[in-house]
Nanobody, 131 residues
């Protein structure tokens, strides 16, 4: 089993920054790709970003490109999402997810953008951006 716990959410003004963290336990974290998704009230879950097991491949949703940065520290079993230039439309619950499939490099953006590609999910952390 895998447990994923997000932290770092909160209330921030538009234009501000937040850094989300996701701590994983229960498996060999360093061999799995990780993703971040978000869900706003009344909307479907939306892909935000993903990173392959080694951190060499990163992917972003169009709405966050250039503003968000994903990274990971395998020694700390953690993945991070640095969010800058936040907008009111970034308000959502942000969840991290783990893909337990094993690949030498990466499966590519189309795969990691799908909710169904992930096997484990955290509970989420609320991010609220005030305008």
């Amino acid at each position: 089993q895998v447990q994923l716990v997000e932290s770092g959410g909160g209330l921030v003004q538009a234009g501000g920054s937040l850094r989300l963290s996701c701590a994983a336990s229960g498996r060999t974290f360093s061999t799995y790709a990780m993703g971040w998704f978000r869900q706003a009230p009344g909307k479907e879950r939306e892909f935000v970003s993903a990173i392959n097991w080694a951190g060499g491949y990163t992917y972003y949703g169009d709405s966050v490109k250039g503003r968000f940065t994903i990274s990971r520290d395998n020694a700390k079993n953690s993945v991070y999402l640095e969010m800058n230039s936040l907008k009111s439309e970034d308000t959502a619950v942000y969840s991290c997810a783990l893909d337990q499939s094993l690949v030498p490099y990466s499966r590519g953006s189309t795969y990691y953008m799908k909710v169904s590609s992930y096997n484990y999910w955290g509970q989420g952390t609320q991010v609220t951006v005030s305008s």
